[in-house]
């Protein structure tokens, strides 16, 4: 009977809604990633945005475990979240510095992406105000073509001549980022952003200032273009184990080679909070936006777009009870939501509801939710909200959903 049921259910430690972390599945992408890279090509685990919503500090941890060379975050706020963790482990900043973060950048210890010469002035000059402290390795950003951040090429002789008069800051590397090898099977564009790397290589090294390492490559690249990988390539998404998008998976496929496994490593889960009949003609939800035509079911679920669960799945999304698909019914509010269970007799309060992951045969993927709301998988994960229980589940172990 559902009492029953609803004893086991809320007996757990699992709370109401949480997001639970495969470590296996994480390092096994690394590992399967690595695979497809020359001997000597290093490693960046990217953690920026709360490592794609999945934790930064758990993420980390395996990372630096699974021996990457380098971490990636997107500025300081978010480095100091993971410093104790990095264990040795060097650190770039992607995104850009101010020259009033200088101070702060080097008493942290991170290496910054620098793109204006005003902040690697700032920076030499905090670096002169602390006595004893070493070079600052600098990672310089070439624009090649996607007008984000990045230097012109004209402007390398200029920087030359900067960090010869400067011997406070070490080129250690220069890097770029590709505008559109997501989006296309065609790599022409990447290609001419390549080449403009290694030009911007030579104009540095005819300068007399040769950068210790040169990276370009984020999962995609890394994953279909294997000129791009040089000293270092960037992981993100790959290593969640989502894959860029369609066109890399086939860009992947085209290249005769079937890309490593990428697992999922990110399931998100909730519980049944109230089971509601409703009678034939009734709305349901805010805006009236659904009538039910006969008499229904429905499970409300306590999560909603504050959580990161997008509203445009209102009438539109459907989630996971006893490993079959319930439709989200009406508008996804701000902390809850309803599905269809009419189909599903004898749910019982607190029964376990799938938003994201895999129940026997049925999963919901972040790639789903995106064709769905009509966005990218990056965003449907990067989104979830940061007050989430992140439960690591460690060693690799059948889940209740799936067993
Ligand atoms: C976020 C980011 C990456 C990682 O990109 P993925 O597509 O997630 O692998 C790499 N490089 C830079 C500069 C980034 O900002």
């Known amino acids: 009977m559902t009492h029953a049921r609803e004893g086991r259910a809320d007996r757990g430690p699992r709370p109401a809604l949480y997001l639970e972390i495969d470590g296996a599945a994480y390092r096994q992408n690394l590992r399967a990633l690595r695979q497809i890279l020359a001997p000597g090509v290093r490693c960046m685990a990217v953690v920026k945005a709360n490592a794609y919503g999945h934790g930064a500090r758990a993420i980390t941890a395996l990372a630096v475990a699974e021996g990457v060379e380098y971490l990636g975050v997107h500025a300081l706020d978010e480095f100091r979240e993971i410093a104790d963790l990095a264990a040795g482990v060097p650190v770039a900043l992607l995104g850009p ?6 101070a702060s950048v080097l008493a942290a210890g ?3 992406t620098v793109s204006e010469l005003e902040t690697a002035e700032a920076l030499a000059e905090a670096q002169r105000a602390a006595p004893g402290a070493a070079a600052l390795p600098i990672h310089v950003k070439v624009e090649t073509g996607t007008h984000r951040q990045g230097i012109l090429p004209e402007e390398i002789p200029a920087w030359c001549r900067f960090l010869h008069a400067h011997p406070e800051l070490r080129l250690r590397g220069i890097h770029t980022h590709y505008a559109n090898i997501e989006d296309t099977t065609d790599q022409t564009i990447a290609r001419r952003q390549l080449a403009r790397l290694q030009e911007a290589r030579r104009a540095f ?25 040089g000293d270092l390539v960037r992981l993100g998404i790959a290593s969640y184990g989502l894959w860029p998008s369609r066109e890399t998976f086939l860009s992947a496929l085209l290249s005769h080679r079937a890309g490593p496994e990428l697992l999922p490593v990110l399931s998100w889960k909730t519980r ?5 009949t409703v009678p034939a003609g009734e709305y349901v939800g805010y805006g009236c936006s659904f009538r039910a035509t006969h008499a229904m079911r429905l499970a409300v679920l306590p999560v909603g777009y504050y959580d990161g669960y997008d509203r445009r799945l ?11 698909r319930a439709p989200v019914v009406g508008r996804i509010c701000m902390n809850m939501m309803m599905a269809d269970i009419t189909d599903l ?5 607190g029964e376990e509801v799938i938003l994201l992951g895999r129940w026997g045969a049925e999963s919901i993927s972040a790639d789903d939710l995106a064709a769905l709301c009509g966005t990218i998988n990056y965003e449907i994960v990067a989104r979830l909200g940061r007050h ?16």
Request: hydrophobic share 40%; net charge neutral; with cysteine.
């Open 97 to 102: 510095t101010l020259p009033s973060e200088a």
């Open 110 to 112: 991170v290496e910054p």
């Open 205 to 229: 090294a005819a300068g007399g200032c040769v950068p210790e390492l040169l990276h370009s490559a984020c999962s995609a690249a890394a994953l279909v273009m294997d000129q791009t990988h």
């Open 272 to 276: 049944v909070a109230q089971v509601k």
């Open 314 to 324: 209102s009438g539109r999304g459907y989630v996971l009870v006893r490993g079959r």
């Open 345 to 349: 007799p004898d749910v019982a309060l």
């Open 388 to 403: 989430l229980p992140r439960l690591l589940r460690e060693p690799r172990e059948t889940s209740p959903a799936s067993g």
